[in-house]
């Protein structure tokens, strides 16, 4: 109420204090006076409006009162006064528009000048475009239309629609085209409701553009954002384009010619940037206009019947308003030429103007000013020297508000009659004019290009810290602005490595994806935005000012990327340790990642070594022990998972999980979650990597194996062949060594060959009664079967292992064959090299060729690593099992006639083996144990050296020599079959079901010991 009062006598006083010059000297007020005035008028409205709107004061008047209740009684008059009037402030609306109203009716009518020209200025500019933020439109709209409701008065002489000297009918389209604007925030002010106050609004006939349906239609769509959206577009990719063209020829220009941009370049990037900022501009504009009309007009369940009952007002303006097309839309040099040449002209001519003009160009001209040497017409701007800093908002107002009484319309200058000639052309009036007009961008835009220093935080915390020590000496205030400093750098450090690591990642994850999976994730995918160095700048960034210490933006980058490390490898080994061996893919892909990623920042900045943080990371830093965490858990899913429940297919050379498991089930930690940023950078990367390896948890084999090889060194490689072999013993010791005396007593003490006249069926009728109670046998599957099993796949494993460890061997034997070894009567590359240092003086070479050269051959050398992994298993598992045979070991003599023997103890099992109904549920037992069962078998033959025995002793040999004999031609069995033999096939057809099962399965695993005793005799 303070302020209102004070306000208005202010107002009137400037305004009382213009009047005198204006009606009594012809002046009239310049256009940066009218502008002021539209701000002002602005504020009345504002401040109503608040008032009006919010319950605020309302609140703050009813706690007044009860907090002066309790007041003692004793009260001034003025104090007891105050209250009313407060009360009456409060419940009056538009009090501030009416006081300024009264207070301007007692005062001259000249002021009503002042006004016509701030509306007709604000018109031109708003009809033009001529600002640059939606705030100053929204300004001008509110003032004019207040202004108009202050001009109109209540008699007819007052009649505001009567006056030549105002643009009606232009006004009356700005605002039938915008008659809502906001105000603050979800605060909207309707224009009509301001100017509708003026008696004689009928005669401007300013009829409400929601006055019919079409009015309202039209409306509707002129303020929703979607109706110009793709001429938006269109527009945006214009000004992109020329600002692109505009800053990479600026960028040319300054790299070829020392810094130096000539004034058409300048102009170029001056232009495309104020064109970029009028459009900025536009597309807030429309914005902040549609977000007026939708609180304005909120939705209702007429229109939408998906809005519930109980949503609130707010929610009907802002979250039901809009359909998914509106949130979709919503989501996306003068003074050196023309000045001199008017003063020159008008010097000549002894106008008076040429002091005026003469100021103008002083005050906009570095360098020498004084001299009067006229300016030749079309001169070399570019000759000039250029100013070193922009011109001061100060020297730019004078600048214009001279101008503008120069070629004002009103000036005595422009009055030219039949006798006096004007001082200026019309040409020269228009040139003025347009550089008037382009001049009002020109302030905006030089804050615009201090924006990198201005809005910096840097300069902004460093200014404030060291005002506060040297100016306001406070110590508390200095240190709390360097903890909000600290605690803004942490968190803009901590946001801004993670950009830059997650930007690495993705390009690692890119990179490293299949080509066949790129080309799908490309459609949904921007892959060239990973190949951009935005970011090589930022992390060469070695010294940051702040708050008078230095700070190592590098360094501080290089521990949260190394940090960032960490955490992606222990969460790689942390999901692998809570899964089975077949995960092991997938490690291998997430370390390779990590380990691209790693390449890829450090040829920016420095790191630790890779190395170093993943033997951190994978515990196999310590002295005492050399087993790491993906070591132990390899070895831990070997022993316990791996080889007892997985079945080896010989075929595929591939491991498949058993269908039935016979030992007791690994608990394992439940499978973390984790952020996409440790894994593969995105969502839409790791769902890639997903569907590349989820064909590999269906089998282990050899992309594993290559995995399991790059994943562990060739040291941890032999700590998981030996402990491997120490599995072996322990099953030979504890559980072969009985089980092969059960295997013993339930089988036949004595086995009579049969004769040459038996048929095949009687003969495997005879054996299937002899076994009968082999197969009885309770713990045949469940123990005797499944240690078998665990020592086949021990066996293959440590197979496989070697052979891609050859493989290893012989890549890099090839890789550097050429430059160590030679052929027959040439000398080596490397023994060129030797023997170059003795024939010629290299006496000040850094480092001599002899030694490196002994370097090179001791690489060599060592780039062959073991491949005797499978010899020493067999060599272990030979003296364990002589230790513990000798229950069942048979003199060499005896071994054909002594059951004892192990080779007609394994002749009998295979032999078990082989019958179809031994497994159950119409599987074979190859389905339950797989081919692991065989190579136990033929591993322990061939360290008791029977294997060359067993072929004449192994009943499915002789089984499948009287079928070969018996069906001749029919044999099904290819290499095997006879030719030329006349027996009909039909004998195939009659033979009994389960003993056509049983040759199929005996003449497979007679391939497999085949394959089995030639790699066991070549070690």
């Known amino acids: 109420m303070s302020f209102r009062d004070k306000f208005i006598i202010v107002f009137t006083e400037a305004l009382a204090s213009i009047i005198p010059d204006i009606r009594d000297r012809e002046f009239f007020p310049s256009e940066a006076y009218l502008l002021m005035v539209a701000h002002v008028l602005d504020m009345v409205v504002s401040l109503d409006s608040m008032k009006n709107m919010k319950g605020s004061m309302n609140n703050d008047l009813s706690m007044y009162k009860r907090a002066i209740s309790n007041f003692p009684k004793e009260q001034s008059e003025s104090e007891l006064m105050l209250l009313p009037k407060l009360a009456f402030f409060v419940a009056q609306q538009d009090q501030f528009a009416t006081d300024v109203k009264k207070a301007l009716a007692t005062m001259s009518n000249t002021y009503e000048d002042i006004f016509h020209d701030m ?44 006056r030549k000297r105002f643009k009606i009918d232009k006004l009356g389209k700005l605002f039938k085209a915008t008659p809502y604007v906001t105000l603050f925030g979800d605060i909207v002010t309707s224009l009509p409701s301001i100017y509708a106050k003026a008696p004689h609004l009928t005669n401007a006939k300013w009829e409400s553009p929601e006055a019919d349906e079409a009015g309202n239609i039209a409306l509707f769509k002129a303020y929703r954002l979607s109706t110009g959206l793709q001429e938006n577009r269109n527009q945006y990719k214009e000004i992109l384009a020329r600002a692109k063209v505009a800053l990479v020829n600026a960028q040319l220009c300054k790299q070829h010619k020392a810094g130096h941009i000539s004034a058409d370049l300048a102009k170029s990037v001056y232009n495309a940037t104020l064109a970029g900022l009028k459009m900025m501009s536009m597309f807030t504009i429309k914005i902040n206009e549609q977000t007026a009309y939708k609180l304005l007009h909120p939705a209702s369940r007429a229109t939408n019947l998906d809005i519930p009952e109980d949503a609130t007002s707010y929610e009907l303006a802002v979250r039901y308003s809009y359909n998914s097309e509106d949130k979709r839309s919503l989501i996306e040099a003068f003074m050196r030429t023309n000045i001199s040449q008017y003063y020159n002209s008008a010097l000549k001519k002894k106008k008076p103007v040429a002091t005026l003009l003469k100021y103008i160009r002083d005050s906009g001209i570095d360098g020498d000013v004084n001299g009067e040497t006229p300016v030749k017409s079309g001169s070399n701007m570019d000759t000039e020297t250029l100013r070193s800093d922009p011109i001061s908002p100060s020297q730019l107002h004078f600048v214009r508000t001279i101008m503008d009484f120069i070629f004002n319309e009103k000036s005595k200058g422009m009055k030219g009659s039949i006798i006096k000639e004007k001082t200026f052309k019309d040409a020269q009036v228009n040139e003025m004019q347009k550089f008037f007009d382009e001049s009002f961008y020109y302030l905006p835009m030089t804050n615009l290009s201090d924006a990198t220093i201005v809005k910096s935080n840097e300069y902004l915390y460093n200014d404030a810290a060291y005002r506060t020590l040297y100016h306001l000496k406070s110590r508390v205030i200095f240190d709390e602005i360097e903890a909000e400093v600290n605690l803004c750098f942490d968190q803009f450090m901590f946001k801004l490595g993670q950009r830059i690591f997650l930007h690495y990642k993705k390009l690692a994850s890119m990179t490293l994806l299949p080509s066949d999976l790129k080309v799908e994730i490309d459609s949904n995918y921007r892959p060239e935005a990973l190949f951009s160095n935005s970011y090589v700048y930022i992390m060469q960034q070695s010294n940051l000012e702040l708050l008078g210490r230095s700070i190592n933006v590098s360094k501080a980058l290089s521990q949260s990327f190394s940090q960032y490390l960490r955490q992606s490898i222990d969460v790689a080994i942390t999901r692998f340790e809570s899964s089975d061996l077949l995960y092991i893919s997938e490690l291998d892909s997430l370390i390779k990642c990590a380990r691209l990623t790693h390449e890829l920042i450090s040829k920016h900045i420095e790191l630790e070594r890779f190395e170093d943080i993943m033997a951190e990371c994978d515990d196999s830093l310590s002295l005492s022990a050399s087993n790491g965490r993906i070591m132990s858990h390899v070895i831990h899913e070997l022993v316990n998972d791996f080889i007892p429940n997985f079945c080896y297919n010989s075929v595929t050379q591939r491991f498949m999980r058993s269908p039935v498991f016979y030992t007791q089930p690994i608990q394992r930690s439940h499978f973390p979650k984790t952020r996409p940023m440790y894994l593969f950078g995105s969502k839409a990367l790791a769902a890639a990597y997903t569907a590349q390896h989820v064909i590999f948890k269906e089998f282990f084999g050899e992309p594993h194996f290559k995995c399991l090889l790059n994943l562990l ?307």
């Open 119 to 162: 509306i007709n200025i604000c018109v031109d500019h708003v009809d033009s475009q001529h600002y640059l933020t939606p705030l100053t439109k929204h300004v001008y709209l509110r003032a004019m239309a207040f202004a108009v409701s202050l001009l109109d008065g209540d008699t007819d002489d007052r009649d505001f629609t009567k």
């Open 713 to 1019: 060194t060739f040291t941890q490689i032999g700590f998981v062949a030996s402990e491997i072999t120490h599995h072996v013993e322990l099953l030979i010791q504890h559980t072969m060594n009985p089980y092969i005396d059960a295997i013993y007593t339930r089988s036949p003490m004595q086995v009579r060959s049969p004769s040459v006249s038996a048929s095949l069926a009687g003969t495997f009728e005879y054996y299937n009664r002899e076994y009968k109670p082999l197969i009885a046998y309770g713990d045949l599957k469940s123990e005797v079967l499944q240690a078998f099993r665990e020592i086949g796949n021990a066996t293959v494993t440590i197979k496989s292992i070697n052979d891609h460890i050859s493989v290893y061997n012989s890549l890099a034997k090839v890789s550097m064959q050429e430059f160590v070894a030679a052929e027959n009567g040439q000398k080596a590359y490397i023994d060129l090299l030797c023997d170059l240092e003795t024939k010629l003086p290299f006496e000040n070479m850094m480092f001599p060729l002899t030694p490196w050269c002994k370097g090179v051959l001791e690489l060599t050398q060592t780039t062959s690593h073991s491949v005797e992994h499978l010899k020493r298993f067999v060599s272990q598992a030979r003296s364990t099992l002589l230790q513990v045979s000798g229950n069942w070991e048979v003199g060499a003599d005896h071994l054909l006639v002594n059951p004892k023997a192990f080779v007609h103890i394994w002749s009998g099992l295979e032999f078990v083996l082989c019958i179809p109904t031994l497994a159950g549920n119409d599987r074979v037992v190859r389905e339950l144990f797989g081919d692991g069962l065989l190579w136990a078998g033929c591993l322990f033959l061939h360290i008791l050296n029977q294997d060359v025995l067993y072929s004449g002793v192994s009943i499915n040999t002789q089984l499948l020599s009287m079928a070969q004999s018996e069906l001749g031609a029919g044999w099904p069995f290819g290499t095997l079959q006879q030719q030329g033999s006349n027996k009909p096939l039909d004998q195939i057809n009659a033979l009994d079901p389960d003993l056509k099962r049983y040759l199929e399965a005996a003449y497979f695993f007679s391939n497999v010991n085949e394959t089995a005793f030639a790699i066991l005799k070549a070690l």
